[in-house]
């Protein structure tokens, strides 16, 4: 039902927007039709914005954490991380498929991650501990939005201080 509308007015925006979120199936089980895979896709060119990735900069890698590290529902959790290009624009893509079956053990995802734009260690997996009992809390729809989320403030603090700097001067 709202397939109509998303193809007439949201699709078309996604070519200048400076980060996306897609929300796809699985490609964990051909079979399981709730389980969902999330793209966050970052453009490269954005002024005081740094892409968030996995382990190395500009490199693509495929992870699959330990179970023991990091309990999951369903098929479990694969992540994605590497450069692509979307819209004929560099972006750098972090890629979640699965689900998470303990919030709390995210911080282990968290060490991870690079350029989450975080304040301090474990921010990230806090923010979602408090929306545990939000939809998509556990899967990569509540992970791309908490990091999206952070990504703003951050960009938002630069270009307050840069205001700020243009002001006094």
């Known amino acids: 039902a709202r397939k ?28 399981d039709k709730e389980t969902l895979r999330v793209r966050c896709i970052q453009r490269n060119d954005v002024d005081n914005f740094e892409p968030c990735f996995l382990f190395d900069e500009g490199s693509t890698f495929e992870w699959v954490p330990c179970k023991r590290k990091l309990a999951t529902k369903g098929p479990g959790v694969k992540f994605t991380s590497g450069p692509e290009t979307f819209y004929d624009k560099p ?63 951050d960009l938002y603090e630069k270009k307050k201080a840069e205001s700020n700097e243009t002001v006094e001067a």
């Open 91 to 153: 972006v750098q893509v972090l890629e979640m498929d699965g689900a998470f079956g303990n919030i709390a053990e995210l911080v282990y995802v968290e060490h991870q991650l690079r350029n989450t734009s975080t304040e301090y260690y474990g921010e990230l997996c806090h923010a979602m501990l408090k929306l545990a009992d939000a939809p998509g809390s556990d899967n990569g729809t509540g992970l791309m939005q908490t990091l999206a989320a952070f990504a703003i403030r």
């Open 4 to 31: 109509p509308d998303f193809d007439a007015y949201i699709a078309p925006q996604k070519e200048y927007a400076d980060l996306t979120i897609e929300v796809l199936p699985t490609l964990l089980d051909p079979e």
